[in-house]
């Protein structure tokens, strides 16, 4: 009996443990799984009227205005949200020009889509493209860049590139004839940086020297009002510019001092020089010196700080800027939001996108066409977080992954860690739907005032300062070091209950003064009263 005891015991030990190896590596395996899924948007793009991405595993995605077949998803219907382009998974950088599109794959090679009336494909006709087509057996193009029909690339060697629409000159070839192919520009092999605007161009060579040609009436910043210059000229001596940005009429530059320069058309205050009086010279734009990146669109301006901070200015009718107006005109580099993790930007036509260091994209200004990619064609004025969401849930694929809920499963009124909030309540607080004090403080997020500050869990007068910070906590406007009942309201004028007087000079005596006083008087009286009628 004791052996088929023992036998039973062994069997059944040995069933609990093969359910529970087993249940770990599906729990492994489906958590490895789910993670392989979550990535990060690396790059983006603006162009006229719609946008490009690139996300950390290499795929493409595109959204908004589709006439020409410029997202190359094989139609000309127009995306409201990020939709991915082929399933290749090689792609490294791109670039959205007017209605058209370019990019680079990891092996070098180059490829574009789109409107083609202008040859800005370079693929020698002057047809339209609805999917991504190879441009040259080339295999060593190192940069691209797409103006409104305009394209320039730059090669390993450092060589550069020129094709498509040249009516201002833009392309540098010396004439104003379209190319229907890329052709090199001038013999020099050290071109650092390029950018195409509206139809004018710029380009960074190795030594930091500027250059720009194209039309010009200021756009290119070298003093003159000449219509147009058709071949590269150097602006200004300096040689420390760092990055350079062409806009549809104007031009952003930065140095590697850190300082902002803008100039050309300024009608929007686009310059950001605090006038609408038309640059032609390179002009320094504020006294600071920790600007670190700048993006030219349309008729506005963007750029990023140092510290992180997103900066903008410029045309703003279509909330193109992100402050939270449509204020026709901002005339000065103004901060967009509080935060300061913001990492790249892209001026589009009257758009805007920009990642932050955690890999989210936001963007905002001019939806018309679905360009901001929120899922509708309403015009944003402040940036706004895009995302993909597989299960329409509410909550990013991105942010499911990370926080242990599958991106596939709607779950968005379930209470994963029984806090009292759910899954989609927690999103929205930015609060983890796994545990029920994200902040560690010891009090529950459904209770805590503030459930992202491990320093602050009570806030009593609900003006969004958790006591620990707030010096009047029942906001009855008298501060809590002189207020007898500091979580009170009601009560603030009763004298405070000490151990003992204060010293002479001032204040209030405790109750126990007052009543010994009292009794003193008393007993005085008393006395004074006998002592009468023994007389």
């Known amino acids: 009996m004791n052996g088929l005891k023992y036998n039973i015991q062994l069997k059944s030990m040995l069933s609990v443990f093969f359910i529970s190896i087993t249940s770990l590596f599906f729990l492994i395996f489906s958590t490895n799984s789910i993670a392989s899924l979550e990535v990060e948007w690396l790059s983006v793009s603006s162009g006229g009227a719609h946008s490009l991405a690139l996300k950390s595993d290499g795929t493409l995605w595109a ?144 030594d930091g020297t500027l250059w720009g040609w194209g039309s010009n009436l200021g756009k290119l910043g070298d003093g003159t009002t000449n219509l147009r210059i058709y071949t590269p000229t150097q602006i200004t001596d300096d040689s420390n510019w760092s990055e350079v940005s062409a806009g549809g009429s104007h031009s952003l530059a930065l140095k590697s001092d850190g300082t902002l320069w803008g100039w050309g058309y300024n009608y929007a205050g686009q310059v950001g020089n605090g006038t609408t009086i038309k640059r032609t010279t390179t002009t320094q734009i504020t006294d600071e010196s920790n600007w670190s990146k700048v993006s030219a669109g349309g008729a506005h301006s963007l750029a990023l700080k140092s510290d992180g901070t997103l900066w903008a200015w410029g045309d703003n009718y279509a909330g193109q800027v992100g402050d939270g107006t449509t204020t026709l005109n901002i005339y000065t580099p103004t901060q967009i939001t509080d935060d300061s993790n913001w990492s790249e930007v892209s001026a589009g036509g009257n758009h805007s996108l920009a990642l932050k260091s955690d890999g989210t994209l936001w963007a905002w200004g001019d939806n018309s066409g679905g360009q901001v990619g929120d899922g509708t064609t309403i015009k944003r004025n402040i940036p706004k977080e895009i995302f993909i969401d597989s299960d329409l849930d509410g909550m990013s694929d991105g942010y499911e992954i990370s926080n242990g809920l599958d991106p596939y499963v709607p779950d968005t009124n379930l209470d994963a860690d029984l806090d009292g909030l759910t899954n989609i309540e927690e999103y929205l607080l930015g609060t983890s739907p796994q545990f029920d004090d994200t902040d560690g403080d010891g009090a529950i997020d459904n209770t805590d005032s503030h459930p992202l500050d491990a320093k602050e869990s009570v806030d009593t007068d609900g003006d969004s300062i958790g006591n620990n910070e707030d010096t009047d906590d029942d906001n009855d406007g008298t501060p809590d070091t002189n207020d007898a009942y500091p979580l009170d309201p009601t009560r603030t004028n009763e004298p405070v209950i000490t151990d003992a007087p204060k010293e002479s000079g001032g204040g209030s005596f405790s109750w126990l003064t007052i009543i010994l006083t009292a009794s003193a008087y008393l007993c005085r009286r008393k006395k004074l009263k006998t002592s009468t009628i023994n007389i």
């Open 63 to 206: 959204w908004g205005d589709n006439y020409a077949g410029q997202l190359g998803d094989g139609t000309k219907i127009k995306r409201t949200t990020p939709t991915q382009i082929t399933d290749d998974s090689n792609w490294a950088q791109i670039v959205a020009g007017g209605s058209y599109s370019l990019a680079l794959k990891s092996n070098g090679t180059l490829w574009g889509w789109g409107d083609n009336g202008g040859s800005q494909l370079g693929d020698g006709i002057q047809i339209h493209r609805h999917f991504p087509k190879q441009i040259t057996d080339d295999s060593n193009w190192a940069q691209i860049v797409a103006g409104q029909r305009t394209t320039l690339a730059l090669k390993s060697d450092g060589t550069l590139w020129a094709w498509g629409g040249n009516s201002g000159g833009q392309v540098g070839n010396g004439t104003r004839s379209n190319l229907t192919k890329p052709t090199q520009i001038t013999d020099d092999s050290n071109w650092a940086q390029i950018v195409a605007g509206g139809s004018h161009s710029l380009a960074l060579k190795s």
